[in-house]
């Protein structure tokens, strides 16, 4: 049946009607029941009294205060509901859900009965599994051949790179190198030529034409070249030979009573990398200079040590190192070698004229020096005299800035004034050094 027909439209109104009623008839039972239980016939007899007893009757009764006590029941607004009020509401209730149910079942229709499963297998659950696998079939080799599409292509990318490798080398090595002059009377393959050129020694010693000695003499001042070449690591000496041999890590080791001193030039000439150290007057820092080379020469390759001002103890304690060069040149005459990394002035300066302590840092500058390291004796005033034992670059006539670097407490035993190493780049150094 169809929801709009005009009988289901006249059970509904004559159940919303019946529903009116019922609501309608209980509701006014409830306030009739409660109307007469509350009139004045059904209470309890009060007894008659006169005007004068009933004033002395209130008057002598005591007042009671009336307090609101939510947690207690009122009796006086409670009603009492009647049974044909109950009843009413019971029979509205049930109109309602009856009403409910025929909006449900009669105008939406029944519920559809479950119906049970045959035992007998049908044929159209096996024709949709059976097309379901082959579509599972047909994914599965569509993506075994996507896969095997994306691994050609891989190896064929692999063949090129390979490819192209291969042609790189062989024109690498093909080609001649730069410094090697080919042979006109070499007939061998390209490879041969390069690996014989490779296998020649770099720092030849080439024979002058204009020698006329035996070839006697030749051979060994050629043997003795090369060996001098060897001597300094970094010129003639295999780094992987000097890696093999060197030791990283640890600390240093040094003699009492300049373990300070020591361990604070060794920091510096290795936290700057330092390949060329000149040491002003090495024979002031002889006593513990050699464990600063030991350890240094093993952890930076192609170091260089130059000896200025030495004597017999220096050239004895210095003996065997092959990295040490020593000079007697002053350096306030000729100056400082090219190539210099770091000067060290330590013991020097503060026994040296003005005129000669300003012209230190002029050569500094001049031979383009990256580093130097001074000590220094800060609070004290600069004396111009000759025979003075202290100075302070800090102070008047000099004035220098803040150094990079100040190391503390390095004063020697039986000194009494405080003493300090100052660090300096040569760009920090004053501008009228000229």
């Given at each position: ?89 019971l029979l509205l209730v049930t109109a309602l859900v009856c009403l409910l149910i025929y909006e449900i079942v009669v105008l939406h229709g029944p519920i559809p009965k479950r119906s049970k499963l045959s035992t007998r297998p049908s044929q159209s659950p096996t024709t949709t599994t ?136 060794y920091k510096f000439v290795r936290k700057y990398r330092v390949r060329t150290l000149y040491d002003a007057d090495c024979g002031r820092t002889s006593p513990w200079m050699r464990d600063v080379l030991v350890k240094i020469t093993r952890e930076i390759w192609g170091f260089r040590y ?84 202290y100075l302070n670059l800090r102070k008047h006539p000099f004035r220098f800035p803040a150094a990079k670097e100040v190391v503390q407490n390095v004063t020697e035993p039986g000194e009494t004034a405080n003493r300090q190493l100052l660090f300096y780049e040569t760009t920090m150094l ?5």
């Open positions: 049946m169809h929801l709009t027909s005009p009988h289901h439209a006249e059970v509904r109104t004559l159940c919303q009607g019946v529903v009116a009623f019922i609501f309608i008839v209980s509701d006014t039972a409830s306030h009739l029941h409660s109307f007469v239980t509350s009139t004045m016939f059904f209470r309890a007899p009060q007894p008659s009294l006169s005007d004068d007893e009933t004033y002395e009757y209130r008057r002598r009764r005591p007042r009671r205060r009336r307090r609101h006590r939510p947690h207690q029941y009122d009796y006086k607004s409670h009603r009492h509901q009647s049974p044909s009020s109950t009843c009413g509401k059976t097309t379901a696998k082959e579509q599972q079939n047909n994914r599965f080799a569509e993506l075994a051949a996507r896969a095997r599409a994306i691994e050609e292509a891989a190896a064929a990318r692999d063949r090129d790179a390979l490819k192209r490798q291969k042609e790189r080398i062989a024109a690498a090595f093909s080609q001649p190198e730069l410094d090697a002059q080919p042979d006109p009377n070499d007939i061998g393959p390209p490879a041969e030529r390069l690996a014989a050129a490779f296998s020649q020694p770099k720092f030849d010693v080439r024979p002058d034409p204009n020698d006329i000695r035996p070839p006697a003499e030749k051979l060994a001042a050629e043997k003795e070249a090369a060996a001098q070449l060897r001597s300094h690591p970094g010129l003639g000496e295999n780094f992987w030979e000097w890696h093999q041999k060197s030791r990283k890590g640890g600390k240093i080791r040094c003699r009492e009573p300049h373990q300070r001193l020591c361990g604070m030039t130059i000896c200025a001002n030495p004597n017999a103890s220096t050239r004895k304690s210095l003996n065997g190192l092959p990295y040490v060069t020593y000079t007697t040149d002053k350096w306030w005459r000729a100056g400082f070698p090219p190539d210099v990394d770091l000067v060290f002035a330590w013991d020097v300066l503060a026994h040296t004229a003005y005129g000669r302590v300003w012209g230190f840092f002029v050569n500094i500058k001049k031979a383009n020096v990256k580093y130097v390291l001074v000590d220094n004796y800060p609070g004290i005033l600069n004396d111009p005299s000759p025979e003075r034992f004053p501008d009228n050094l000229r």
